[in-house]
């Protein structure tokens, strides 16, 4: 019977709402949206063909993330030069001692058949022949293998290049050292750590300003100061304006006015870190228990003392905290300051990129995924120890 | 007294001998807790004037005032320790209206106070938790700190904001006997909220009732009989005994 009663009023009067496909609200909405997303298509461009048409372009980098360049063997090579020279100009003899290169002629033109006969290399190994011209660009004519008594002989065509003085260089590999870091990792590696050095100065700097402009920016605390009321609404106006710039124009604007380099990028996220660990701080602040800040004022305490012993006790975890995130955020954006020329790894790889070196490139992109991983992970474990 | 629209108190006026253990009754919201704070000036009052051993608190300089201040301890009801800072620390804030403000940037405390406070803390019961963190301790032991902080001050007035609704009844009777402690052997005079008819009565020697911000009852405890009780808490209310 209760059963019944508590069902009844469903049943009896009360018009059952309309099911969503009987609604015109929702036809409208779904037209609206449906118009939304076919203009932003348009409007943005998206062409998915784009993504395989283009696939080859890419491919090389993607080939490259899985062989970074980051070690090298130092090569060992046997070297022989002879000269060449276009027009009537007769050459020099070559530097003598080591093995020897000699060529059917040392002048000619371009596309004239020469052949280069060496002897006195390595028997039995693998060697390259090198055109190299008048401003010391390289280019392989061809490659070639000593025989038992260390002589090869090899017919090329003289290339087209600028200039008349060319060198042809035969190099035989006869051994290679041991693996040691490569050029790029040791240059990646002088770029990551100055970026962490960037992010520390930039966070420091946010830190320094923002704590003592945080008590200024704190409700709770300019309320009992005369004219509080505007030293609150200056402050924070400040920190909302200063976070509303991002990072990246920070950084553009201060390389025209200290010149490109790690200290425009310290500037742009110093000044960055000052406005938003200003309005956190401010915030923590104001959360803060009213009660001890009564309790020493009524012991007769001055300002100073009510902050330093009924405020900051309360706010240092919360500040502490706040600062190792905003240290961690740093450190992210310090890698892609230096593209608009503020220091750090950013600078290198956008040179890597732009060159296309995709090894290179690729030992970049791996330091900053492993350096900000790692610091990520020590700085959430710290950040957890302390709240 | 008291601006911003609403009247906390008006026509609130009494004079308190040295010595005194007043206590203060009322409903929540009848202005008791206003009234306190408008003798340290925690609170602004309005108009009026309060006079504190001569002195005119409401007409005080701000240096004036931290010098009255100091002669005024407090305790509250939610005890207002620095939750973080050691036992000792809180203690000995209560000692900071003596001291240089630049002392507290090196947190310097000269070893003769720190000595007092020990001894303070010996007299309240609780030496050994001098370096325990002050939310570590129980509410008893946290009003009692409270109170080792207020005697810091070497206090000739105390302000007690209700210190036992936050503690159970036993407890309220131990708190409310070092508050009595002071009140006898030391000669402090005593200003104090509750909300128990029955303690009022077994500690004080003077009550003062207030209702919707003015003084309905000044007189002895005992004179408190059931038509005062439904004058001061209304009609509807029945009194609750704590023993």
């Not at chain 1, 020897?100 to 002048?107: A, H, K």
């Not at chain 1, 600078?347 to 690729?362: C, D, E």
């Not at chain 2, 009494?14 to 008791?32: D, N, P, T, Y």
Request: glycine content about 10%; proline content about 4%; hydrophobic content about 45%.
């Amino acid at each position: 019977m209760a059963v019944e009663e508590i069902s009844r009023p469903r049943r009896a009067g009360r018009a059952r709402p309309a099911l969503w496909y009987q609604s015109w609200r929702v036809y409208l909405a779904v037209f609206v949206a449906l118009l939304a997303y076919a203009y932003g298509w348009r409007v943005t461009q998206i062409h998915l063909g784009e993504l395989w048409r283009g696939a080859y372009l890419i491919r090389p980098f993607i080939a490259a993330l899985a062989s970074p360049d980051v070690v090298a063997r130092e090569q060992q090579l046997q070297r022989g030069t002879a000269y060449f020279y276009y027009g009537g100009e007769r050459p020099a003899a070559a530097p003598g001692g080591g093995p020897r290169l000699t060529l059917s002629r040392v002048t000619g033109a371009i596309g004239d058949r020469v052949t280069a006969a060496g002897e006195g290399f390595a028997p039995n190994r693998r060697g390259v022949l090198w055109w190299e011209n008048q401003v010391g660009q390289r280019q392989q004519l061809g490659s070639f293998t000593t025989d038992a008594q260390g002589r090869f002989s090899l017919a090329f065509t003289a290339p087209e290049v600028q200039g008349t003085h060319n060198m042809v260089i035969a190099e035989v590999l006869i051994g290679e050292g041991p693996l040691r870091p490569s050029q790029t990792l040791l240059v990646v590696l002088d770029r990551m750590v100055e970026t962490v050095f960037l992010a520390l100065m930039g966070t420091t700097m946010g830190v320094v300003f923002a704590v003592p402009l945080s008590f200024l920016g704190a409700k709770n605390l300019t309320a009992s100061l005369p004219a509080g009321g505007v030293v609150y609404g200056v402050t924070r106006t400040f920190f909302n304006l200063m976070r509303s710039i991002e990072a990246l124009v920070l950084a553009i604007i201060f390389t025209v006015w200290v010149g490109l380099g790690p200290f425009a990028g310290v500037l742009a996220l110093g000044v960055h870190s000052i406005a938003s660990l200003g309005k956190l701080y401010s915030e923590a602040i104001e959360s803060i228990d009213a009660g001890p800040i009564e309790a020493v004022t009524a012991t007769g305490a001055s300002a100073l003392q009510v902050v330093r012993y009924a405020v900051v006790p309360q706010i240092v975890p919360q500040f502490i905290a706040f600062t190792i995130y905003r240290w961690d955020i740093n450190v992210r954006f310090s890698t892609v300051i230096g593209f608009v020329g503020g220091g750090g790894i950013g600078f290198v790889l956008q040179q890597y990129i732009n060159l296309l070196q995709w090894r290179q490139a690729a030992t970049a992109l791996w330091m900053i995924a492993l350096v900000v991983a790692a610091l990520d992970y020590t700085s959430a474990v710290v950040r957890e120890r302390i709240i | 007294m008291y601006g911003g629209g609403t009247r906390a108190l008006s026509d609130v006026s009494f004079e308190v001998a040295r010595g005194e253990f007043l206590i203060i009754i009322g409903l929540s919201g009848s202005g008791k807790s206003t009234l306190l704070r408008c003798i340290n000036r925690l609170i602004e009052p309005t108009s009026g004037r309060v006079v504190v051993a001569g002195h005119d608190v409401t007409a005080a300089s701000p240096r004036q005032l931290r010098e009255i201040r100091r002669k005024i301890g407090m305790i509250f009801q939610q005890f207002n320790l620095v939750r973080r800072a050691s036992v000792l620390t809180n203690v000995l804030t209560g000692r900071l209206g003596y001291l240089p403000p630049a002392w507290a940037l090196a947190n310097y405390f000269p070893a003769a106070l720190v000595d007092r406070a020990m001894a303070n803390l010996e007299r309240v019961g609780i030496p050994e938790k001098a370096f325990v963190r002050g939310d570590a301790l129980s509410g008893g032991q946290q009003q009692r700190v409270g109170i080792a902080r207020a005697l810091m001050q070497e206090p000739e007035l105390i302000l007690a904001d209700e210190p036992v609704a936050s503690l159970d009844p036993a407890t309220s009777h131990s708190v409310l006997r070092y508050v009595e402690e002071l009140n006898k052997r030391d000669g402090i005079t005593v200003l104090c909220c509750l909300h128990f008819l029955s303690l009022a009565r077994r500690y004080g020697t003077r009550i003062l009732a207030l209702k919707a911000g003015q003084i309905v009852f000044d007189g002895h405890p005992n004179d408190i009989n059931d038509a005062r009780f439904a004058e001061i808490y209304g009609e509807d209310a029945i009194e609750v005994e704590i023993r």
